[in-house]
Each structure stands twice: as structure tokens, then as C-alpha cells.
């Protein structure tokens, strides 16, 4: 899975030109199966969610916050996630909102 990360990091900072700075790496747990890389997310600790107290952690100094969506049952364990039930098209914007001072 890490080599997957690897190129589409890549592929990202070329098309767009990004740095790592750029960046913000998120946690997630994978489980190959066959050839397929399939994520886990941790379980609930004392009534949280691991993974959602790190995204808010890495979040929230930037000024962001989330809106967690329960797709287990719907689309996770079908192998999918929330984007595979979208159908949005986008143009890409001309200026990098990603160095938007807030």
C-alpha cells in the first residue's frame, strides 16, 4: 500500500505542484487482499473514534473542521467509500487555494 501512497503523492505534487509542505498525511490502516490494499479504520477508544481525534488534530490548526459520514454499511464493506456513490464534475481552479492565507 505505501508504494501506492508513494506514486499518487507523486503524481499529485507534479500535476499540481505541490511539497510536501502541501501535504498533510492522514492515518489510515490497510489490509492487502490479494492484490488489493483494503483500509481499516480503528475501532472506538472509551467512546471515540482514534482516527477521527487524529484528523482533528491535524485539522483544526489549520481552521478546518470535519463532518464524519457513516459509509460502513452502505459502501465500505462493499469495498467502496462515500465518493463512489458521487457523480460531480469539476474544473480545476486557476490559483492555488491550498496557500490561501485564512
Request: proline residues 5%; negative net charge; charged residues 25%.
Amino acid at each position: 500500500p505505501q508504494g501506492c501512497i508513494d506514486w499518487n503523492r507523486d503524481v499529485l505534487k507534479k500535476e499540481l505542484g505541490l511539497d510536501d509542505d502541501d501535504i498533510i498525511d492522514l492515518p489510515i490502516l490497510f489490509k492487502m487482499s490479494g492484490t488489493r490494499a483494503v483500509a481499516y479504520y480503528p475501532d472506538m477508544v472509551k467512546g471515540r473514534c482514534v482516527l477521527e481525534a487524529a484528523m482533528n488534530g491535524l485539522m483544526e490548526p489549520l481552521g478546518l473542521s470535519c463532518t464524519y459520514i457513516n459509509n460502513f454499511a452502505s459502501y465500505h464493506k462493499l469495498l467502496g467509500e462515500v465518493h463512489c456513490g458521487s457523480n460531480v464534475r469539476r474544473e480545476p481552479f486557476d490559483f492555488k487555494w491550498w496557500n490561501l492565507e485564512m
